[in-house]
């Protein structure tokens, strides 16, 4: 042998032999022919100890069938690679090895071997089983932490989420998020694009968003507020390469803030309601006492006077009257308070005749008066709402007003009836027009819109009779308004007109 071939194989020896992975060389049965001294690092003590035995010794039962699969297919293809194979070391220890085995041999001399190189991984398995339970680990943080968070790469691809943001998602796990986008998710097209645009500009600004309030449409069909946070994500050189957000679901209390908006405001209605019924009643109430005062002022001087005896009468007749406008006064009262507490139970009832009722009433109470009533009802038309006994007072209190506020010496009221028809829902127009003393625009004001006004004179002829009126048809879903009987001028008379829903009677 020549000196070069002496030195190249002193050289492949000592590299066998020292090289830093496990070197074998076996043969077709896996028995070994030659080792590393690389070995005695997993508990062989002696190389020649190792020569004769067999490699699936020291392999676990369910790996050694894998093994001889793939040394047969070395035998046909002259390599193969097992990238991970559990071994058990003579000292009973566990290491994971990366396999490498070539054919060396010429199988037609019988000569086959086999070079086995077995890297050593363990280390790299025991990281990857460590990075894997932290990540298990973070996983577990993540979905017990009641915010929803989630995490996108720099094209807003998704690459996690924990389990509260998949759910609303619509996907089974978080994993499953992974290489979807929000146009892939529940929400609609419109959130999805306004998500996108808000994540290009915090990755593309470089800068965080805070407390973004967003709408979302859920997987389960609910319609959601949220308050978004979403923080650009870098790399160890400081290049943005995605985005971390997190959000909460503040549904509840934007609902709450809204309903206490909503009471705050009814709460409010209520009161200024209840201010103005007690301006008009402070107001009703002070000219029946002062009324009811001059009237017994009088008659003390009456009494004493012979010739004004007569006069004591009409004066404890003008007492009667007065104390019974105060309890008029005070039954409205109480009628309007059951209105805004009762529960609505309607019953049908026949306008036109309720109107006669009313008429027939007042004509008795007023036989003093000269008052003429003009019906004018619809023809063959006998309307019936849905109402109840409320809706007589309502009329009584019209026509009552109609009556008290007229100076004229023939009290005339035009009573009419009419039929408006609305995409086959029906209405009844009833028109009380009059001709008294009229109303000031700011008087119909108070009346209609429940307004208050520093000039207490306003209220005079908007006493709580007629707030009354506009409860009661409000409350059976109608509409009332108020115009002067002749446009151009106020004093010459007042047109009460009420529109309310009704059902044709079967044989108009």
């Not at 005339?412 to 609305?422: E, G, N, Q, V």
Request: charged content about 30%.
């Amino acid at each position: 042998m020549q000196d070069e071939d002496m030195v190249n194989l002193d050289f492949f020896e000592k590299l066998f032999e020292n090289y830093p992975d496990l070197v074998f060389i076996i043969n077709a049965e896996g028995k070994f022919i030659k080792t590393s001294k690389g070995v005695m690092k997993y508990g062989v003590n002696n190389i020649d100890d190792l020569i004769g035995k067999n490699i699936f010794d020291f392999l676990k039962d369910e790996k050694k069938i894998l093994v001889q699969q793939q040394l047969k297919y070395v035998l046909s293809n002259h390599f193969t690679k097992i990238e991970r194979i559990e071994f058990e070391t003579l000292n009973g220890n566990q290491y994971f090895g990366e396999i490498t085995a070539s054919l060396i041999g010429n199988e037609s001399e019988n000569s086959v071997l086999i070079l086995v190189v077995i890297r050593d991984i363990t280390k790299h398995v025991h990281l990857e089983r460590e990075l894997k339970e932290n990540k298990k680990m973070f996983q577990l943080v993540i979905d017990n932490i009641p915010q929803y968070i989630f995490w996108k790469d720099i094209d807003s691809v998704y690459l996690g989420c924990n389990e509260n943001f998949a759910r609303v998602a619509g996907v089974e796990k978080p994993e499953h998020i992974i290489g979807k986008t929000d146009y892939d998710l529940a929400w609609k097209k419109s959130e999805a694009e306004s998500f996108y645009e808000i994540d290009r500009v915090v990755m593309e600004l470089n800068k965080p968003e805070f407390d973004v309030i967003e709408p979302q449409l859920q997987a389960d069909g609910k319609e959601a507020w949220l308050k978004t946070n979403r923080i650009p994500l870098h790399d160890s050189k400081g290049e943005v390469i995605g985005l971390l957000g997190t959000y909460e679901d503040i549904t509840k209390q934007l609902e709450s803030r809204l309903a206490l908006k909503e009471s705050e405001k009814k709460y409010k209605t209520a009161f200024n309601r209840a201010e103005f019924y007690k301006d008009i009643f402070t107001h009703d109430i002070g000219n029946i006492l002062q009324s009811i005062y001059s009237s017994v002022e009088i008659c003390r001087i009456c009494k004493d006077d012979p010739e004004k005896i007569n006069e004591l009468d009409i004066l404890l007749k003008t007492i009667e009257n007065e104390t019974n406008r105060a309890a008029r006064l005070i039954n409205n009262i109480k009628k309007l308070s059951k209105i805004d507490s009762e529960e609505k139970l309607l019953k049908s009832i026949e306008i036109h005749q309720v109107i006669r009722n009313v008429v027939h009433e007042l004509r008795i109470k007023y036989l003093h008066k000269k008052i003429i009533i003009i019906e004018e009802f619809i023809e063959k038309l006998n309307p019936v709402i849905n109402a109840n006994e409320y809706f007589e007072d309502a009329i009584y209190n019209i026509m009552l007003n109609s009556i008290k506020h007229n100076e004229s010496k023939v009290i005339k009221i035009k009573i009419r009836t009419s039929l408006l028809t609305f995409h086959n829902h029906y209405k009844v127009k009833i028109e009380f027009i009059d001709n008294g003393i009229g109303m000031l625009d700011a008087q119909k004001e108070v009346l209609l819109e429940s307004r208050n006004y520093k000039d207490k004179s306003i209220f005079k002829r908007t006493g709580i009779g007629l707030l009354l009126v506009k409860k009661i048809i409000n409350y059976f879903d109608g509409e009332i308004s108020i115009k002067n009987r002749i446009i151009s001028d106020h004093s010459k008379g007042t047109n009460f007109t009420l529109i309310i829903p009704f059902k044709l009677n079967k044989d108009y």
